[in-house]
């Protein structure tokens, strides 16, 4: 008797574990099938939009796959048809001669340390300037600003003649001093000043208001309301003045003469052999070594980037 109540009571327990039908003649299974038909929707755009953002990034992502690849491969390969996505014999004798034809280790301390340096300068200079612009009322305030933002459509192309007349009467050819003092006070400043101005415009007055009853000046409302605040915007502001001036060419090529004193821009045009025939995979191991880093940075601090460019057109 025990055995045949076991197995009467098995079905039923089966039966209350399976869920029980759909009716779309009912109230709750038409709207449980609207429900999954929403959703099957919702994942089909999803396939469908990633699968064209992954189509659309092929042109941007394959030239600097094909470079990595290249840098790896013997100049005999790099031409081969039909191309190949990977080298079939990596090696590394493109980097290896990177240092040994120029002095690559010195012109990439150049690069990183000016770069450095006139992106601390910009920030500091924009953010000054800029809040200058937005919080503190002068006669001829605006007029002063669309002179600065002037600035902006003047191409560095015309003023680098007098600029080295300037600076070889002073002595400063052959020097880092034209590149630091140029970047530095140049277009990329005027940009970073346009950005920190419409980021402190946002900010609201009762913070200021509040900082002054507690006795702090303007420069302390600067340093210590303002900058915390404008974290993002200086992001923003970091980033494309580091990279503007990482890929700098022009100044560089007319300002500096010696190759312990080139920027890693223009030390890859020096690769060439004694007929003056570009040596590809030398110049791509320097190229991939020159590009990696900026775009492991870009990549890491992209949203501090977006936001900072969002948050300054805020307001007008």
């Known amino acids: 008797?025990?055995?045949?109540?076991?197995?009467?009571?098995?079905?039923?327990?089966?039966?209350?574990?399976?869920?029980?039908?759909?009716?779309?003649?009912?109230?709750?299974?038409?709207?449980?099938?609207?429900?999954?038909?929403?959703?099957?929707?919702?994942?089909?755009?999803?396939?469908?939009?990633?699968?064209?953002?992954?189509?659309?990034?092929?042109?941007?992502?394959?030239?600097?796959?094909?470079?990595?690849?290249?840098?790896?491969?013997?100049?005999s390969e790099i031409f081969a048809f039909p191309p190949t996505l990977w080298p079939t014999n990596p090696t590394l004798d493109g980097y290896a001669k990177a240092f040994e034809m120029q002095p690559f280790a010195q012109q990439y301390f150049n690069s990183l340390y000016i770069s450095v340096l006139v992106t601390a300068g910009t920030m500091l200079i924009a953010s000054l300037a800029g809040y200058a612009f937005a919080r503190i009322r002068f006669p001829g305030q605006n007029a002063l600003f669309m002179i600065v933002l002037v600035g902006l459509l003047i191409p560095s192309e015309v003023t680098i003649v007098p600029l080295f007349q300037i600076f070889n009467a002073m002595g400063l050819i052959n020097t880092h001093w034209p590149i630091l003092l140029v970047s530095t006070f140049g277009a990329p400043s005027v940009l970073a000043t346009f950005i920190m101005r419409q980021f402190f415009i946002s900010l609201p007055i009762e913070l200021e208001e509040a900082a002054r009853l507690d006795g702090l000046g303007r420069l302390q409302i600067w340093w210590r309301i303002a900058m915390p605040l404008a974290g993002s915007a200086l992001a923003a502001v970091g980033i494309f003045t580091f990279l503007h001036i990482w890929n700098l060419y022009l100044e560089p090529t007319v300002y500096l003469q010696s190759p312990e004193l080139f920027t890693l821009p223009q030390a890859l045009t020096r690769y060439t052999d004694a007929y003056g025939g570009q040596l590809w995979n030398v110049q791509l191991a320097a190229a991939t070594m020159t590009a990696l880093p900026v775009l492991v940075v870009f990549v890491l601090a992209q949203k501090q980037f977006v936001e900072g460019l969002a948050q300054s057109g805020l307001k007008g």
């Open 1 to 75: 008797m025990r055995t045949d109540s076991a197995t009467e009571t098995r079905p039923a327990r089966t039966r209350r574990a399976v869920a029980p039908a759909l009716d779309p003649h009912t109230l709750e299974g038409r709207a449980a099938i609207a429900k999954k038909s929403k959703n099957r929707a919702r994942t089909a755009r999803r396939v469908i939009f990633y699968l064209a953002l992954a189509v659309m990034s092929i042109p941007f992502v394959m030239p600097t796959w094909w470079m990595i690849t290249s840098s790896l491969k013997p100049i």
